[in-house]
Structure formats: structure tokens, C-alpha cells
């Protein structure tokens, strides 16, 4: 829609189409941990969502986003090292 390729009423059913693939296939995350993971450190709320869901399943988060390297060590890897099998 910002570069002109669609108007609203076009971007609308796409949405909702896009949403239906997601639906139940989404992991709730609890805003408090995100609130608190936010304030104690200097990433978004948006980047601490993820970080709350690995902290939640004791996973690793691959990301190329260094300021999650530099605030949340112990729950991230560079996306770099990512191997598959």
C-alpha cells in the first residue's frame, strides 16, 4: 500500500487470508515478560517478544540483530553460525 501497489480495499482480503494461515499455529507470549525483558534492556518489545519465547522453551534464537547478541547472550546465536542437517 505505501508504494502504491494495492489500495486498502485490495490489501484487506489479503490480510485476512494471511491471518487464516496463521491461525492456531501461533504461541502465545506473556506480555509481562515482554514488559520486563523490555525494560531491563534496550531492545523493542517487538524483538523481546521472540526473546521471551525462547527464554520460555529454553531455546536459542538465531538473529543477526546484534543489540540481541549485546542484551540477551545467553538466549541468542548468530544467524551466521545456522546450519541445517
Known amino acids: 500500500m505505501q508504494q502504491g501497489h494495492l ?5 484487506l482480503p ?4 494471511a491471518e487464516s494461515f496463521m491461525e492456531r499455529n501461533e ?10 525483558l ?4 534496550k531492545c ?3 524483538d523481546c517478544e521472540f526473546v521471551a519465547l525462547a527464554k520460555r522453551y529454553d531455546l536459542k534464537l538465531y ?13 541468542s546465536l548468530d ?3 545456522f546450519k541445517t542437517t
Not at 523490555?38 to 534492556?41: D, E, G, K, L, V
Open 7 to 11: 489500495t486498502s480495499q485490495d490489501a
Open 14 to 17: 489479503i490480510m485476512h487470508e
Open 27 to 36: 504461541i502465545p507470549v506473556s506480555s509481562e515478560k515482554v514488559i520486563a
Open 38 to 41: 523490555t525494560s531491563s534492556s
Open 44 to 46: 523493542s518489545a517487538y
Open 63 to 75: 538473529t543477526s540483530d546484534k543489540q540481541i547478541f549485546t542484551e540477551f547472550p545467553d538466549y
Open 79 to 81: 544467524l551466521k553460525t
